[in-house]
């Protein structure tokens, strides 16, 4: 890296009439040359991750940040009278929908700041996920064609593109290469599909609709499309460089799986090492066991990945076979460790024409990991009980965690600065030493309470610019931001929002300290119940911010288009971090992190990451309510009826306000849909399958809570810093050097 030359020829640049997109393309240019320069190639182990979506956000200002000159380009652009927020209108990579992407971005970053080598393979898709806006407070999708304004930071290399076989189709897959700059510079490498106008649609969405055959055997070419080329390369690679003697393979590489999505690279590994590398089965898929291991994201059962056989035949024939071959490989094993035929059949690979790729993945795999304590504890017990039994030191925990470059250093230099001046600045390159602030002194509070001002005005000016509503800037700030699904319970905010709102204009709750909610979240676009949520917020915005009563007291806004750049001004300005999915349902989140160290307390339910916050930064400092998983199963097993839930007055009218006529969906029958999942059950689910109803009265009362306790300021804000203080355990720093240690080995 050649910082030095970067600034001298930043120095020399000539800016005039130049338009935004030319200069961050000349300037990312610059610094992908001088970033660039001296970089190693590793000779010992490398681990791979492989992963359909990586959530990368915008690389401008987080790569110069790696790279050493963010500060200096700042001042080098200032004095030629350009200001570096000008690039804030570069279009974010958003290549993931959400966590599980958000998540491989954050070990990307950490990794390559730990001088470890981990490098990713995924796909170069045209479109990421997709913008949104709303269209009288209904979702409308935007395509995201975020390489419209160049893509700087990619090093195509056509003399490594692989040609990729399907039964009805051959593909290349091309590389492009972003470096990830850190300590040392790894590789993200994304596959683009090349050769025909058929071959390039691989590669042109995120997630395509998949209700129609077509849909879901475009997934599924995707899948295989990228796993075949990561797995062509490795194998390649390895005998070009030492040769044929692949028990040695696993000694220098290990992969691995992003939830069950490029599962398919074990059949194509082991095809690989049995027909073009003449290895026997039963060698190969021995290697495959050294090799792989797998990560696990959720226990929704509609989100665990299951094939058609005839789906896998009639464009992977030979990887349908060599998945049959694993099924029966396994189901040998399976006797001899002494399963029973309900304990073979609850881990069987394949079952009557289906394929059930996270067994797949816990056969194979050498660890399998959850992504925090309690969702381990969950794997363990329920969706992989059967396999825990047998195979005891697979299953591990590896609790998620959060870049704190991007997310303290980059999104909020105020409290960087702060810290710096308290704790010394140690703590940007060795984040334990984060834990230097416990035992802050009053005045560091006072100082605290000033920065948070600060970012929540920044925030609050810049939802005003771009969502045209005006939050008064003494409001108590609440956040929920993420992915739209019913089991986030983003309806039961809205409920609880409600009832405030009823509770300040009947006098009721008259002395609460103003507040906003800030809502953002995009909805799967076939998702009608996530979309009717939607709208159903946005109907209560434009209520409540126009009641002339309250409105000094309450508001609500819906940003549009939620996203990284997005989430870095709102995880930065906000009081309270909103976390209240149903007990046992969120893996982990990873939001929840974002917001404990820029100093927001928790409220939410004992879910995930949630229960690791609170037991760092204490309950004390947080605001935990709602059922628990122990109290849900018990009240499962009972039978749950939401209708005993909400005799109250408050909770009966918030319910009732979906189809009262308080609200208008517009004539979609969209409200009364929602209605009836609460009250009768939607579409295999049971009445209020998330316990929206159960949890409503305490939640209410804790939002109630906390509103009193934020007026007096100090010891509110004492909370927020001790979460901040706590927060050192939640950098993916920490996760990457215990997945590099007991899963990787590198
Ligand atoms: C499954 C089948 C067919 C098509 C798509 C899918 C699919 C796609 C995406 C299933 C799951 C996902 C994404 C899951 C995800 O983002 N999970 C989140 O992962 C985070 C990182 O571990 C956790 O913090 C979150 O709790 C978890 O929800």
Not at 190 to 202: D, M, P, R, V
Not at 708 to 727: E, H, I, P
Request: proline share 2%; with cysteine; aromatic share 10%.
């Amino acid at each position: 890296m050649d910082k030095l030359k970067f600034i001298e020829k930043l120095n020399e640049l000539d800016v005039s009439g130049k338009s935004t997109i030319e200069l961050y393309n000349e300037i990312s240019a610059l610094a992908m040359q001088c970033g660039l320069e001296g970089t190693k190639q590793i000779q010992g182990k490398n681990a791979y991750y492989l992963s359909m979506e990586f959530l990368i956000g915008r690389s401008f200002y987080n790569n110069l940040l790696e790279i050493g000159v963010l500060e200096e380009t700042q001042d080098i652009l200032s004095s030629k009278g350009v200001d570096i927020n000008i690039f804030e209108e570069i279009e974010d990579a958003a290549l993931g929908n959400g966590g599980l992407g958000r998540l491989a971005a954050c070990f990307l970053d950490s990794a390559a700041g730990l001088d470890l080598p981990l490098h990713g393979y995924g796909i170069r898709y045209k479109y990421g996920l997709f913008k949104q806006k709303f269209e009288n407070g209904f979702q409308v999708e935007l395509p995201d064609d975020w390489q419209g304004m160049g893509d700087p930071w990619s090093i195509r290399r056509d003399n490594e593109k692989r040609l990729i076989k399907f039964a009805d189709m051959e593909v290349y897959a091309v590389p492009y290469d972003m470096p990830v700059f850190g300590k040392r510079i790894n590789r993200l490498r994304l596959f683009q599909a090349e050769g025909s106008a058929e071959a390039e649609k691989i590669s042109e969405v995120l997630y395509p609709a998949d209700d129609t055959e077509e849909g879901k055997l475009l997934r599924l070419r995707q899948e295989y499309f990228f796993s075949a080329a990561a797995v062509g390369e490795l194998l390649d690679g390895f005998v070009k460089q030492r040769g044929k003697n692949f028990d040695k393979f696993p000694e220098y590489n290990v992969i691995q799986l992003n939830d069950t999505h490029p599962v398919i690279a074990i059949a194509e590994f082991i095809r690989l090492l049995t027909v073009k590398y003449r290895l026997t089965f039963a060698k190969a898929l021995n290697l495959a066991k050294n090799t792989f291991a797998y990560t696990n994201h959720t226990i929704l059962p509609e989100a665990l990945e299951c094939w058609q056989e005839e789906h896998i035949k009639k464009i992977l024939p030979d990887i349908a076979e060599i998945m049959l071959k694993i099924s029966v490989y396994a189901m040998r094993e399976f006797k001899t460790l002494g399963c029973s035929k309900e304990q073979a059949s609850e881990m069987a690979i394949y079952k009557s024409g289906t394929f059930y790729m996270a067994n797949l993945a816990v056969f194979i795999a050498k660890t399998v990991n959850g992504v925090a304590a309690l969702h381990t504890e969950i794997l363990k017990d329920s969706l992989f009980a059967t396999a825990h039994k047998f195979y005891p030191n697979k299953l591990q925990n590896k609790t998620n965690g959060i870049t704190h470059r991007r997310w303290l250093e980059l999104c909020n230099k105020e409290l960087s600065k702060l810290l710096d001046e308290t704790i010394g600045d140690s703590w940007r390159t060795d984040i334990s030493e984060l834990d230097n602030l416990k035992g802050f002194t009053d005045s560091t509070v006072d100082e605290f309470i000033q920065v948070k001002q600060i970012k929540k005005e920044q925030l609050l000016e810049y939802i005003a610019r771009k969502e045209g509503v005006e939050i008064p800037a003494d409001c108590l700030v609440f956040a929920q931001v993420k992915r739209l699904h019913e089991y986030k319970r983003q309806l039961m905010t809205a409920f609880a929002v409600l009832e405030l709102y009823y509770g300040i204009k009947s006098g009721r709750l008259s002395s609460l300290h103003p507040c906003v909610f800030i809502f953002g979240a995009k909805s799967a676009p076939s998702y009608k119940r996530a979309k009717a949520i939607i709208k159903f917020i946005n109907e209560i915005a434009k209520k409540v911010n126009s009641d002339e009563q309250t409105c000094d007291k309450l508001r609500i806004v819906f940003v549009q288009n939620y996203n990284v750049s997005y989430a870095e001004k709102i995880v930065a300005g906000t009081d309270v971090s909103l976390q209240v999915s149903t007990a046992g349902l969120e893996a982990s989140g990873t939001g929840n992190m974002k917001f404990m160290m820029n100093g927001a307390v928790t409220c939410g339910t004992m879910d995930g990451a949630n229960i690791e916050i609170v037991e760092r930064a204490g309950k004390e400092n947080n605001y935990i309510f709602g059922a628990t998983v122990t109290e849900l199963s018990r009240l499962k097993s009972e039978g749950y009826n939401p209708m005993n839930y909400c005799s109250e007055e408050e909770h009966r009218k918030a319910l009732e306000s979906l189809i009262d006529g308080s609200f208008s969906d517009g004539g979609s029958g969209e409200f009364k849909a929602l209605y009836d999942s609460l009250t009768i059950g939607a579409s295999w689910h049971e009445p209020d399958n998330y316990f929206v109803l159960y949890d409503l009265d305490s939640y209410v009362k804790t939002l109630i809570k906390v509103c009193q306790d934020y007026s007096d300021r100090k010891t509110f804000a004492k909370k927020q810093l001790t979460n901040v203080a706590n927060s050192a355990y939640f950098s993916s720093d920490r996760t990457i050097k215990e997945y590099a240690k007991s899963i990787w080995e590198i």
